[in-house]
């Protein structure tokens, strides 16, 4: 008789699979944190090579410097991630009957590797070891490799949330007219949020969070400062900073849209209203750690928080608008 994978599938809760899925969230959170304390304390070329570190798995004295600490740990870590996906996405294929969850688990290990191979050419064709003029290659992989830790994010919440109990043995998706606008105002939040993450990522690795910081609140004495910026002082970096602070603006608002079309709905408030409350907080929050970033001068422990803060933002906000289009929102109690 064949050997089939398939008489081992089922849709039943799995508490195992679940609580491993939850591990590997918060192990991602971890390599975040890491990944953002190489970034602010600028530790990102401590090591020339890639994939090894000078030359070893376990470099010589790498325990010794802060520099070199900071991103060997951060590969490490990287590399852990990296089995954890495929132990998940190994489980996933054995056990589990639903095709978007078996799917989600083989596409996290794709972007995982995909975000490691992006983080080794951030290193490779940095200008130390290409001699460049510039380091605008090297900045580009950057940027991607930011970009590529906000997908990876959002990919294991929607795991975890799939391999719950809740999900599994709860309601079904229901599309109702009464629940559009909230879907929409939810989708509306997570672009803006992803938008304003890249332009975060930019402010850092362009190192122009502290452009303006002698205005602070303002820009150049006055709150939009467009007649000094705009022709006179134009470049790259101050084009990213100030739409990164008008970007905040916009996240700010388009939440708190988000807010009120979601605390509308008595179900929600019931299922959802705690998540609602922590992310309206974790927005206040975060305007104060990105005016401190400023005011501070871009101090490496506020800007790592500041990162960190950012990434949870969008990864609640995500878990929400994934609930919303499956729960049926019309429910009165």
């Known amino acids: 008789?064949?050997?089939?994978?398939?008489?081992?599938?089922?849709?039943?809760?799995?508490?195992?699979?679940?609580?491993?899925?939850?591990?590997?969230?918060?192990?991602?959170?971890?390599?975040?944190?890491?990944?953002?304390?190489?970034?602010?304390?600028?530790?990102?070329?401590?090591?020339?090579?890639?994939?090894?570190?000078?030359?070893?798995?376990?470099?010589?004295?790498?325990?010794?410097?802060?520099?070199?600490?900071?991103?060997?740990?951060?590969?490490?870590?990287?590399?852990?991630?990296?089995?954890?996906?495929?132990?998940?996405?190994?489980?996933?294929?054995?056990?589990?009957?639903?095709?978007?969850?078996?799917?989600?688990?083989?596409?996290?290990?794709?972007?995982?590797?995909?975000?490691?191979?992006?983080?080794?050419?951030?290193?490779?064709?940095?200008?130390?070891?290409t001699g460049a003029d510039t380091n605008a290659v090297a900045q580009v992989f950057l940027v991607l490799h930011a970009t590529g830790a906000q997908v990876t994010l959002c990919i294991l919440v929607t795991l975890v949330l799939m391999l719950s109990k809740s999900w599994i043995e709860g309601e079904r998706s229901f599309e109702g007219q009464d629940s559009r606008s909230l879907r929409f105002w939810s989708k509306a939040a997570i672009v803006v949020l992803f938008f304003q993450l890249i332009l975060g990522a930019m402010v850092r690795h362009l190192k122009a969070a502290a452009i303006?910081?002698?205005?602070?609140?303002?820009?150049?004495?006055?709150?939009?400062?467009?007649?000094?910026i705009f022709p006179a002082r134009i470049s790259i970096y101050t084009l990213v900073h100030y739409f990164h602070r008008v970007g905040a603006i916009v996240v700010?608002?388009?939440?708190l849209r988000f807010f009120m079309k979601a605390w509308a709905y008595p179900f929600v408030r019931k299922n959802h209203g705690n998540w609602i409350m922590i992310l309206a907080a974790a927005i206040t929050f975060q305007i104060f750690?990105?005016?401190?970033?400023?005011?501070?001068?871009?101090?490496?422990?506020v800007a790592t928080l500041h990162t960190l803060l950012g990434a949870s933002i969008l990864a609640i906000t995500w878990a929400l608008t994934v609930c919303f289009h499956r729960t049926r929102l019309a429910t009165d109690s």
């Open 1 to 129: 008789m064949p050997f089939s994978v398939s008489r081992y599938r089922s849709e039943v809760f799995r508490p195992t699979l679940f609580w491993f899925a939850v591990f590997s969230l918060c192990w991602m959170t971890l390599l975040l944190f890491v990944g953002g304390t190489t970034t602010s304390i600028e530790a990102g070329m401590a090591f020339l090579d890639w994939p090894l570190s000078n030359g070893s798995l376990n470099p010589e004295g790498w325990t010794e410097q802060s520099d070199q600490l900071a991103e060997h740990s951060h590969r490490l870590i990287g590399m852990k991630m990296g089995l954890l996906s495929l132990i998940l996405a190994g489980v996933c294929w054995v056990f589990e009957a639903r095709k978007i969850v078996r799917n989600l688990a083989f596409l996290l290990v794709a972007v995982i590797v995909a975000q490691g191979v992006l983080g080794g050419l951030r290193v490779l064709f940095d200008q130390l070891n």
């Open 252 to 255: 700010t608002l388009v939440l």
């Open 289 to 301: 750690l990105g005016a401190m970033v400023v005011i501070t001068l871009r101090n490496p422990h």
């Open 212 to 228: 303006f910081g002698d205005y602070f609140p303002f820009l150049t004495g006055t709150w939009m400062g467009w007649e000094s």
